[in-house]
């Protein structure tokens, strides 16, 4: 389905329909979708800083807290839940409103973990570091290699990897972290 998080009533709708097609509500949520436009100190004005606030946090979090209040009531208490959101970080000067959503999400990991924990529902932030899915041209990819010393850039299957661990059994001790899986990238 197509929802965009800006919108106060996707939460609901996209842990309606996931409910639907699944038979009952997930009990994983991989917080990956983003809203993204450079933009550099020149540039950056409070309707970019809104839009990147309302889908990159305000609907993230919205749809979080949403998923454990449905886990909390439509599934057997010891039903273990996870929350993965997909973060990012660094001093890409053209692209500040991103980074900083980026940040407030960083931000709210920890305290929401806190609170889920009670439920069985941990919460972790997953950096995948660049990863090319098919976003980085030949010029970009050029200036990144150098900066990986295993010799490539990150592939979205290494993402899945580390997602797939976070939203296992086996990370169910490991709650209010930021996992950096970036092969070693030199970047900041």
């Not at 053209?94 to 941990?122: D, F, H, M």
């Amino acid at each position: 389905m197509e929802a965009d998080l800006a919108d106060p009533a996707s939460p609901a709708a996209i842990l309606d329909a996931a409910a639907e097609a699944f038979g009952q509500s997930p009990s994983v949520l991989v917080n990956n979708a983003a809203y993204e436009r450079h933009a550099d100190f020149r540039e950056l004005n409070a309707d970019i800083l809104d839009r990147h606030h309302a889908v990159n946090v305000r609907g993230t979090v919205l749809l979080s807290t949403e998923f454990a209040k449905r886990l909390e009531s439509g599934h057997p208490p010891q039903t273990q839940g996870r929350i993965v959101f997909l973060v990012s970080k660094g001093p890409d000067p053209a692209n500040l409103a991103y980074i900083a959503a980026k940040g407030a999400v960083i931000g709210i990991i920890e305290p929401l973990s806190v609170a889920l924990a009670p439920l069985g529902i941990t919460v972790n932030g997953f950096d995948p570091g660049p990863t090319d899915t098919g976003w980085i041209g030949e010029e970009l990819r050029e200036r990144l290699l150098p900066l990986f010393p295993m010799g490539r850039i990150g592939t979205p299957e290494d993402a899945a990897r580390g997602i797939a661990f976070l939203a296992g059994e086996a990370s169910g001790w490991i709650t209010g972290q930021v996992i950096r899986s970036e092969g070693g990238f030199l970047g900041k």
